[in-house]
């Protein structure tokens, strides 16, 4: 039977020849149409093969199914997502959605040349640091400023630049790892540096730090546990303890602070989130952070703290292999001065964290009557949702979503696989897209493809 199947497979050359393909081929490269019409080939072998095809679809089928492999191979594999899981910053979904100010300030140095490395006042070479550095300087009153690719590449340079050669005592509640292999102590191997853990996983005291210091100890270092609490019965020295302890003993303090937000959160309800300013203002002496995470600025790994300290890192030989390059550059200014003049929330994840819950279910609601309007019973439902991108862990914030219930598997895959991704989450048998990452905008494209997925 499956002799007989695999015998009567269409051969390449034939389908190539075919009246249906042939003008596929006036459309798309001969490359293009022949690796469709061998991927479609290949499929139906297989599902032979293991028994889950028992008949040939007709010509037809065929030639549909070939259109169908050229178009998915000939589309962009980055695009659109809608974002319907409410965590504002998702990692897998690209984090923090820039600004249209610093997209367009991010297209603008694409397309165009630009003062990148030009002081158009002299005529002569500028620094490429330049455009950033004052206004991160002003924004979180530090005294210097280095950006490079990510704040994993920010804490690399960091460690290498200060520690290499000593010893670092971090608190063994503080041993992080971020997602992609980034942990604590693994960096601080790959920077030559050797970690001392002080402390225990839930109470580390000033005195456990004092203790571990000698004559190699090169830095104090304190890391965010951004992705994580360690809630109960638990003790660590405030930050400007610890600056009072390293300053005693001559002794540089350094801080990964993960998220790095410029404005408090609290006015949002998100708590424990600590502000770049905060370091600072503590007198911690070097900090890092990230650019696409709470700031809702590029990818980038922003280094602010003591000029003695930033300098040597702009001289260092890692600084040149992690520079970041200039749309990433135009667009980290533009969502700097908008926090710089008060626009910041023109940005979209200080809108999105900041929308109160009324609002959300009033957006939500204009969705559901698209839907309803449109014959799809959908209801609202209030949820929780989630910062994401390993900020404030611990905390939901209270969101409305859009529900759908019924076949929600079905539906959350057909979604999924659209023209347009639409990433929503199942919950207690409902499909729920949440409004607090939706765009308004894109509700049109969403009742289309519900309708369809339905249907
Ligand atoms: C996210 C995070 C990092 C890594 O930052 P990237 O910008 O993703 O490279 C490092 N440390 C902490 C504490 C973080 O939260």
Redesign the pocket.
């Known amino acids: 039977m499956n002799q007989q199947l695999l015998r009567k497979l269409p051969k390449v050359d034939e389908l190539l020849r075919a009246p249906a393909v042939e003008a596929l081929r006036g459309e798309h490269p001969e490359q293009t149409v022949t690796d469709a019409v061998r991927k479609v080939i290949g499929n139906l072998r297989q599902g032979i093969l293991n028994g889950q095809i028992d008949a040939l679809p007709d010509q037809e089928t065929l030639f549909a199914q070939i259109a169908g492999q050229i178009r998915s191979d000939v589309r962009p594999s980055m695009r659109t997502v809608i974002n319907g899981t409410g965590i504002v910053l998702h990692?897998n979904l690209g984090?923090a959605c820039l600004s249209e100010k610093a997209a367009q300030a991010a297209s603008d140095a694409a397309r165009r040349y630009s003062t990148l490395e030009y002081n158009v006042s002299t005529g002569g070479r500028g620094l490429r640091y330049s455009h950033v550095e004052e206004l991160i300087c002003r924004l979180t009153g530090a005294e210097s400023a280095l950006v490079v690719?990510?704040?994993?590449?920010?804490?690399l340079l960091v460690l290498s630049s200060m520690t290499t050669g000593g010893q670092v005592p971090v608190s063994r509640g503080e041993l992080?790892e971020?997602?992609?292999s980034?942990r604590?102590p693994d960096i601080m191997e790959a920077c030559g540096a050797q970690l001392k853990e002080v402390g225990t996983t839930n109470k580390t005291h000033l005195f456990d730090y004092e203790r571990a210091i000698c004559p190699e100890t090169k830095a104090l270092m304190k890391?965010?546990?951004?992705?994580y609490r360690i809630v109960g019965f638990t003790e660590k020295p405030t930050l400007a303890e610890m600056v009072e302890l390293g300053h005693k003993y001559n002794l540089p303090v350094i801080e990964?602070?993960?998220?790095g937000s410029l404005v408090n959160l609290e006015q949002f309800g998100l708590h424990d989130e600590p502000t770049v300013q905060d370091s600072i203002r503590a007198g911690v002496d070097v900090v890092?952070?990230?650019?696409?995470?709470l700031l809702g600025g590029p990818?980038?790994?922003i280094i602010i703290g003591k000029k003695q300290y930033v300098d040597k890192m702009k001289k260092h030989p890692l600084t040149r292999a992690m520079r970041v390059d200039k749309m990433t550059l135009a667009a980290l200014e533009s969502t700097l001065r908008s926090y710089d003049n008060g626009t910041w929330s023109d940005i979209p994840t200080m809108a999105m964290l900041s929308a109160s819950a009324d609002e959300l279910k009033e957006k939500a609601g204009i969705l559901c009557d698209q839907l309803n309007q449109a014959g799809i019973p959908a209801q609202l439902a209030a949820v929780e949702g989630q910062v994401g991108?390993?900020?404030v862990p611990t905390q939901t914030i209270p969101s409305w979503a859009v529900a759908l219930e019924g076949a929600v598997e079905a539906l959350e895959e057909k979604l999924r696989l659209g023209e347009t991704a639409i990433v929503g989450r199942i919950h207690n048998d409902r499909y729920l897209l949440d409004a607090r990452t939706l765009w308004v905008e894109d509700f049109p494209t969403i009742v289309r493809a519900v309708k369809e997925a339905l249907a």
Do not use: E
Not at 223 to 227: K, L, R
């Open positions: 990692t984090r690719n990510n704040n994993a590449a920010a804490v992080v971020i997602g992609g980034f604590v890391v965010h546990t951004s992705n990964d602070l993960g998220s890092s952070f990230s650019g696409d995470k990818q980038a790994g991108g390993g900020s």
